[in-house]
C-alpha cells in the first residue's frame, strides 16, 4: 500500500487547512487509518484515528474539537480537517494505515503498517 498525503502549506494562527491522504495498492477499506504528527526535536504523537467503517475512534486532547478526521473508502482517501490552528500545531503530518488496528492500539504508531511521506503544516503567529 502507498499512501500519498497533501494539503500542508503556512497558514495563520486561527487559521484552517484539509489534509488529504490517498491510497494505492491495497484494500482501503480494509484498513484502519490514523494521522501523526512530528514537531522538529519531538517525538511523533497521536493526532486521529478513524475505524474502517468511518467511525472517528479518538483525537489527541490538545486536538479535540479542532481537528476533524474522516475518510471516504469509494475514493481510498482519509482526511484530516485542522481547524483554530495555533503555532504549536507546527509539525510534519503523517498518515498512516493498518490492517490489524483495533480501537484499543489505534494510538500506537507502531500499530500501523504504512505511512505517507508526510506534509508540513506551519501556523505563523
Known amino acids: 500500500v502507498q499512501l500519498q498525503a497533501s494539503g500542508g502549506g503556512l497558514v495563520q494562527a486561527g487559521g484552517s487547512l484539509r489534509l488529504s491522504c490517498t491510497a494505492s495498492g491495497g484494500s482501503f477499506r480494509t484498513y484502519f487509518m490514523g494521522w501523526f504528527r512530528q514537531a522538529s526535536g519531538e517525538e511523533r504523537e497521536f493526532v486521529a484515528a478513524?475505524?474502517?467503517?468511518?467511525?472517528?475512534?479518538g483525537y489527541a486532547d490538545s486536538m479535540k474539537g479542532r481537528f476533524t478526521i474522516s475518510r471516504d473508502n469509494a475514493k481510498n482517501t482519509v482526511y484530516l480537517q485542522l481547524d483554530s490552528l495555533k503555532p504549536e500545531d507546527t509539525a510534519i503530518y503523517y498518515c498512516?494505515?493498518?490492517?490489524?488496528?483495533?480501537?484499543?492500539?489505534?494510538?500506537?504508531?507502531?500499530?500501523?503498517?504504512?505511512w505517507g511521506q508526510g506534509t508540513l503544516v506551519t501556523v505563523s503567529s
Open positions: 478513524i475505524n474502517r467503517g468511518g467511525v472517528p475512534t
Open positions: 498512516a494505515a493498518g490492517a490489524r488496528v483495533i480501537l484499543s492500539n489505534s494510538r500506537n504508531p507502531a500499530a500501523y503498517d504504512y
